[in-house]
DNA sequence: CTGAAAGCGCTAACAA
DNA sequence: TTGTTAGCGCTTTCAG
């Protein structure tokens, strides 16, 4: 393995000229520049990030900790956020993270690693301490993550997200007006704080709004996944108890796919003998038969707003603010009025 | 910052113990690693990865680069990777890249950080020169990924992957055996030294085994996009220009969706009026009303080859390997027999 | 413009 | 079982 130790040698200069020009220093001269420049060039010399990480103290990099990569729609808001930090003059760094992994934890450890500036989270879980979070020490921004069930003091954390108790109610409200009564829940839990129950509540309360019976025969849950299978099964399964109901609420997309085939395969149409709704709006929702209704999140808005709160924190211009985004309804031809 | 200088401080032990409590070496007394633990605990500490993967020379770290994060079949390959990997005692770090971006650069700048044992490339270009290959010095398996259209020397690196344009071959095969003569083809590109290049191969071939003339106006193109949307765009301009066919061959499921839509939207029934079939096996496809009928890429095999080749090297069981995994047929309802 | 030398935080001999 | 110390590859003063 090459080292610039190597490469001075090789070229007849010293370290520090190797890693001037490696760092595009003005202070070299062209000769030096250039024969440090081919030595590099000849035998691919490749500078050691580890190494450099250890010594820099950079000073633009912010950090993205996405949890699921699975989620369809995160492409879109990474993209916004990667554009919008570039056009800042910040470089991104972006790290995954599994479903079960601490967030918080990665954000730490890579807080320390790449002496961030600061971290956005996407998609994460709601139920953090304040002393989890405390352990990340620079400014934060929670993307497309709401604290509805958390305790957190909203004077110690920034978010940037849609209601998504309003989206569900909206959405349910949607139904409702086209003159669905029966009207089922296909959720992932009902009170496991995540964006499921967030949604389910937002169900509720538009049911309440209208003085619809809340029946829990009507409620299907998957357990706890998002899966578009595991909503296939969970959605055939409830249709050999009840199918006494003319409408389906799905909390994401996603479910409501798996749940329209499972609904076919017992002989409802959709719209005609069922209608549904959902929340999310990825891009292949768009593309089926029926088209689904939804109301979808804006994705790139979620992005370039984030990265904005997160810059006036860096830069000093504010401190910690909870946004809320708009969800817009697409009209699909899954919802039938009766 | 801490570092364990302070938390050796702290706990009244030098930095070897601290370093040794972190690695859960045995040479500890109970008694220290207890008071470096409470330490460790109470100040949050977290060690600096920089820092040891500069020192470390990590025995059994296999390194993951995946182009592009949407592709929706990635995540079961990687899954099985990781389990497989782990399962055999390494660990796995995996980097995404962006769909322009070298490959065999971010394999060689990552062999160097992690100091790999070796690396699994997913779904990349095929075009790669020996020398740019030649970077990347440990053992390394191109996983979902046919070199049909480069050049390089099959005794120079290992794949697994699919056989593009036999599973093309065979699903325009389908059609016809199901008395469809005037077929279409929605490809990305046809010369463009990607998986689309190959798979239209494998539709002409397919027409010539069976005396069907290729006719090039039923070649529709989304110019190099393998997204939905582009998709359907190329779809919705093809037919206003010829509807002279009864089947379309879609080079992705995805693409198939795009299709399927403007189809519809020009009044053509699937599968009534036009039969549609493609490649891949994504989990959306098998939702969609009609079922889509595709050959489904064995993602669990592909990943868990990649690591049985890969491993054959690195612990000197064997040389360069191709292996080429058959796709297996899903019938859907979107194939009408004529 | 250039080089020598002091670390960055950690691990791994080597001694004790 | 423990501590001391020499680096890992690089950047960055600080002198020249």
Redesign the pocket.
């Known amino acids: 393995?090459l080292?610039?130790?190597d490469i001075a040698r090789l070229a007849n200069?010293?370290?520090?000229?190797v890693?001037?020009v490696?760092?595009d220093r003005?202070?070299?001269?062209e000769?030096?520049r250039r024969r440090v420049r081919a030595v590099i060039e000849e035998h691919h010399f490749i500078?050691?990030n580890t190494?450099?990480d250890?010594?820099?103290?950079n000073p633009d990099t912010i950090g993205l900790i996405v949890r699921g990569m699975q989620n369809p729609f995160y492409t879109d808001i990474i993209l916004a956020i990667e554009s919008a930090l570039e056009h800042a003059g910040y470089t991104m760094v972006m790290r995954q993270i599994g479903f079960s992994d601490n967030e918080i934890e990665a954000g730490a450890v890579m807080q320390r690693e790449k002496k961030l500036r600061g971290i956005i989270f996407l998609g994460g879980r709601s139920d953090y301490s304040p002393e989890e979070l405390a352990r990340v020490s620079v400014p934060y921004v929670l993307c497309s993550y709401t604290n509805a069930c958390g305790t957190l003091d909203k004077s110690a954390y920034s978010s940037v997200s849609i209601c998504d108790e309003d989206a569900a109610r909206d959405a349910v409200e949607q139904l409702i007006e086209s003159g669905h009564r029966r009207i089922a829940a296909l959720v992932a839990g009902t009170d496991d704080s995540t964006i499921s129950q967030l949604r389910y509540e937002g169900y509720c309360r538009a049911l309440r709004e209208h003085n619809i019976p809340l029946r829990e025969e009507l409620v299907f849950t998957t357990g706890d996944s998002f899966a578009i299978e595991d909503a296939y099964h969970a959605m055939d399964e409830a249709l050999t108890r009840t199918t006494d109901f003319t409408a389906l609420f799905a909390i994401a997309d996603d479910m409501a796919i798996g749940a329209m085939r499972a609904l076919r395969e017992h002989g409802r149409a959709i719209p005609d003998d069922c209608s549904v709704i959902a929340i999310d709006g990825i891009a292949v929702s768009e593309y089926i038969h029926p088209m689904l209704a939804t109301f979808c999140q804006p994705k790139t808005e979620l992005g370039t707003k984030s990265v904005e709160l997160l810059l006036d924190m860096i830069e000093g211009r504010g401190g910690h603010r909870q946004v809320i985004l708009p969800t817009t309804f697409r009209a699909g031809a899954s919802i039938r009025s009766i």
């Open positions: 393995m080292t610039i130790k200069v010293s370290v520090s000229t890693s001037r490696l760092n003005p202070d070299v001269s000769e030096s500078p050691s190494a450099r250890l010594v820099r103290v």
